[in-house]
């Protein structure tokens, strides 16, 4: 392999390491977040960028099949490096097969770290507790400052999920996020929301960053119009679009009951996960229910933009602190959300905060309708709303402005790093 660690000019180039056990080519989850700010320290910095990363399957947790049979393997895009890892992935989710997932990644990381020279800094995207660890085991090996930015918190998201054993997956996942955390030079933290969780681990304040997450989608391209009617989306009927994952998490069960109790919705979900074949049968011959696959990156923003209102929902019973990434492509596509979420959970702080949507009981079906109902009734008001989730994505939720808090970040840690030898000379 190249020597990518060589001196140019008589200098030699940053080198980091980012550790996320997601990447591209995966559209959705944390997986374009973890590409952004590779690409961005390659392009922006001009360092030498290497990402420790798994096989590609998410949403769908599915292998993708061009990585079938590869143990492990280094790809090179727009100038990073990705070694990538092979590990098991749990076509059905239980805590015992998560658990199993998260050591694989674990030992098979620690087996065959990526070849490169020691890096001046490791980055790491929470969750994967097992990417956490090795992000946290590599930067204490080479004395390098270690920076988790927390996209969730595994802890919290076992108890949440409803599978099988969470309770004291959760346990155990909070243990181990405490003593991954208090290794960090810095942590980032993408919501205000995770900040007393955090500090609830041992991490003390100052040492924690809100960077928050940012807008990835682009423009979208030709007209609502033309889109629905590919889609075959009837003019005149109110179309509601949840994307994403299909998880437990999400309890996606109310949408369909909301289609089963609304015959005048449209309810579309887009994506994949571990429940999409459980829901397809519970919603068997409901005319008002479609199922989609994901959509191209080419044609997501449009997509998303032709539909009436988006959904997000989670599951009653818990208070989820954590944001989902897809939020802030909802607000991008200027149309208003529906969040069937827990009143102070982080989705609908979120919301909120944007004043770009209605916020509803979770798993409650005529809470959903009720939302549709009022937003049909006044469509320019509906607008209104969509209008001021774009604005909130383009003021707040910009690339350039995430990316350049994710710099601040690694800025502000090698700068606590260097302190110390500085001052013992």
Same mark, same amino acid.
């Given at each position: +392999? ?9 200098? @030699? ?12 080519? $995966? ?27 798994? +096989? ?28 990538? *890892? ?6 059905? /989710? ?16 620690? +087996? =065959? ?11 790491? /995207? ?8 090795? =992000? ?37 996942? =909070?243990?181990? $996020? @405490? ?96 429940? @999409? ?43 989820? +602190? ?10 991008? =596509? ?61 003021? *707040? ?17 090698? $700068? ?10």
């Amino acid at each position: +392999m190249r020597d990518t660690g060589a001196i140019r000019g008589g200098e @030699r180039p940053e080198r980091l390491l980012l550790v996320s056990t997601n990447y591209a080519p $995966e559209q959705t989850g944390i997986g374009p977040y973890a590409t952004d700010i590779a690409e961005h320290l390659v392009a922006g910095r001009r360092a030498e960028v290497h990402v420790l990363a798994g +096989m590609p399957h998410y949403p769908a947790w599915r292998l993708d099949p061009a990585y079938r049979g590869v143990r492990r393997t280094v790809d090179e895009r727009a100038g990073v490096l990705i070694h990538r *890892r092979a590990h098991s992935v749990p076509v059905r /989710q239980t805590a015992a097969r998560r658990a199993l997932y998260e050591a694989s990644i674990l030992a098979h990381g620690l +087996m =065959a770290p990526p070849r490169m020279g020691p890096p001046d800094a490791v980055l790491a /995207q929470v969750p994967s507790l097992a990417g956490g660890l090795l =992000a946290a085991r590599l930067a204490r090996r080479h004395r390098a400052p270690f920076l988790p930015v927390v996209q969730d918190l595994m802890g919290a998201a076992a108890a949440q999920s409803g599978i099988s054993g969470g309770g004291r997956a959760a346990g155990a996942a =909070a243990a181990v $996020e @405490r003593r991954m955390l208090r290794e960090a030079t810095l942590v980032g933290i993408i919501h205000e929301t995770f900040r007393d969780r955090v500090r609830a681990l041992g991490v003390p304040e100052d040492r924690i960053r809100l960077v928050p997450n940012w807008t990835h989608i682009a423009e979208p391209g030709g007209t609502p119009a033309a889109t629905r009617a590919r889609l075959g989306w009837k003019p005149g009927e109110t179309v509601l679009l949840h994307s994403g994952n299909m998880g437990l998490k999400q309890g996606l069960e109310v949408l369909v009951e909301t289609a089963r109790r609304a015959p005048h919705l449209r309810v579309v979900l887009m994506g994949e996960g571990s429940r @999409r074949g459980r829901l397809e049968e519970l919603g068997a011959g409901l005319p008002n229910l479609d199922f989609l696959p994901p959509a191209a990156a080419e044609d997501f923003p449009a997509v998303l933009a032709a539909a009436d209102a988006l959904l997000v929902t989670q599951r009653a019973g818990v208070l989820d +602190m954590s944001v989902p990434s897809k939020l802030t492509s909802y607000f991008a =596509a200027g149309r208003p959300v529906i969040a069937s979420v827990a009143d102070g959970s982080g989705t609908a702080e979120e919301i909120r905060r944007a004043d770009a949507g209605w916020v509803v009981a979770p798993e409650n079906p005529d809470a959903v309708i009720a939302a549709a109902r009022e937003l049909a009734a006044d469509p320019e008001a509906a607008g209104a709303v969509g209008a001021r989730g774009a604005d909130y994505a383009r003021t *707040r939720l910009g690339r350039d402005t995430g990316l350049g808090r994710v710099c601040a970040l690694l800025d502000e840690a090698l $700068e606590r790093h260097r302190a110390p030898k500085e001052n013992a000379r």
